[in-house]
């Protein structure tokens, strides 16, 4: 299965987003999905995950302003961003993970800049 992401941009601090991840194909059988980011000169971080049974967890940094959620209908997973930072500039990816297998999709930027 090969993952899709999309949504990234220019924003202003303050201003949301709302990135996607849409898989090839079922993602109903992933134990779990999320997103990681990756600023110039920085480690990739997670960013949080949903699992299966759709709970979900965030790195501090963003709790309370963003919200991943999935659509096993559509095969997409979301990252919705709110209250946007410039410290969340970064190339942000997505993953899942089934039956202890790693997949990662290409990345979309995300710049938050006035």
């Known amino acids: 299965v090969q993952l899709q992401a999309s949504g990234g941009g220019l924003v202003q601090p303050g201003g949301s987003l709302r990135l996607s991840c849409v898989a090839s194909g079922s993602i109903f059988s992933f134990n779990a999905m999320g997103w990681y980011r990756q600023a110039p000169g920085n480690q990739r971080e997670l960013v949080g995950r949903?699992?299966?049974?759709?709970?979900?967890l965030y790195v501090d940094s963003v709790k309370g302003r963003f919200t991943i959620s999935r659509d096993n209908a559509k095969n997409t997973m979301y990252l919705q961003m709110n209250s946007l930072k410039p410290e969340d500039t970064a190339v942000y990816y997505c993953?899942?993970?089934?039956?202890?297998?790693?997949?990662w999709g290409q990345g979309t930027q995300v710049t938050v800049s006035s």
């Open positions: 949903i699992m299966s049974g759709a709970s979900t």
């Open positions: 993953y899942s993970v089934e039956n202890g297998s790693v997949n």
